[in-house]
């Protein structure tokens, strides 16, 4: 660990800046974890992109078709190959909270700097407040390691911007991937200030909330190895440019990537987003693979379109 409990939300507010990405995990044709493809993508993600921060072993990843060691292992090798140049925000989301706590002594131990914690599923709840307050509580009563709280509708319900701000108050939350509708994490944002970092994954909404509210962390999805490639690194150009304070720079960058972001929203088809990202990341020259059951695999068609839109995107490879 290089920070204390007490000394978690000092440390992230330091550290945990700019674009973190969420992992896609590749997969062999065997559906075994392809190490080598996922540290040659983070090699890709870090040394040329530049990205901060990788989210691994989320619901990009397919934790939930994962074992515990896979998951494990998946902690491990982001750790390695990250090796100090960016930071490691693992997922140890669970229904079962012996493995969730599991998985989180694993990701102190093996030199991971945060983990994430997905809201439960509350199944016949409906006054949430004070259960989602004790569940928080008990990671951080139990865990050194920096948390982040994540609210999304898979839940079957969104965390409240007040219900967040209780929880923020505890020694070691640091974050928050607020999947929610923007009037909800701009009032959870007026709440905490700058005790916690708030962050959706929405990338067109990146730039605003740099100048509106003053965010510093994008945490995060696939849009920044989707939108960019080594040679076209518009994503970081126009953060970049927002930090410096260059606004009107920034958003002429941040509109240039419309004709791709158009792209993947004409080609990808509405069940298959991971294999979707993966062939993406194939186009790209990343190493995409092969998508885990429940997930479904591309027909040839649907590449064919891809392929076409990707063309015309605009990206410079």
Not at 118 to 124: E, G, K, Q, T
Not at 199 to 227: A, Q, R
Request: charged share 25%; net charge negative.
């Amino acid at each position: 660990m290089k920070y204390t409990k007490f000394e978690a939300k000092d440390y992230a507010r330091e550290n945990m800046r700019g674009i973190w990405a969420a992992a896609l995990n590749p997969f062999n044709a065997d559906l075994s974890l392809d190490e080598a493809g996922l540290r040659s993508n983070i090699r890709h993600w870090v040394d040329e992109l530049e990205i901060q921060g990788l989210f691994i072993a989320g619901k990009q990843g397919e934790f939930f078709s994962m074992s515990l060691e896979e998951r494990k292992r998946n902690f491990e090798i982001a750790v390695e190959e990250c090796a100090g140049n960016a930071g490691v925000i693992v997922s140890v989301s669970d229904q079962n909270m012996d493995t969730a706590l599991e998985l989180a002594r694993h990701a102190q131990e093996c030199g991971a700097d945060y983990i994430v914690v997905h809201a439960p599923v509350l199944s016949f709840v409906h006054s949430r407040g004070e259960v989602l307050y004790q569940y928080y509580k008990n990671f951080c009563d139990r865990l050194d390691i920096g948390i982040a709280m994540w609210s999304h509708p898979d839940s079957g319900y969104l965390m409240q911007p007040e219900e967040c701000a209780r929880i923020a108050e505890l020694p070691n939350i640091v974050a928050i991937k607020y999947s929610v509708p923007r009037e909800m994490y701009v009032r959870l944002s007026h709440l905490v200030g700058e005790l916690i970092h708030v962050s959706t994954s929405v990338e067109d909404e990146w730039l605003d909330n740099i100048e509106e509210l003053g965010w510093k962390l994008y945490l995060c999805s696939s849009p920044p190895y989707h939108l960019q490639a080594a040679n076209d690194r518009r994503m970081h150009e126009y953060t970049q440019l927002a930090f410096e304070g260059r606004f009107d720079e920034a958003r002429r960058v941040r509109d240039s990537l419309q004709p791709v972001r158009e792209a993947m929203k004409r080609s990808r088809p509405a069940d298959k987003p991971h294999a979707f990202g993966k062939y993406w990341q194939e186009l790209l020259g990343q190493v995409g693979g092969h998508v885990r059951p429940p997930m479904l695999e591309l027909t040839e068609a649907e590449r064919m379109t891809i392929r076409h839109e990707f063309t015309k995107c605009g990206l410079r490879l």
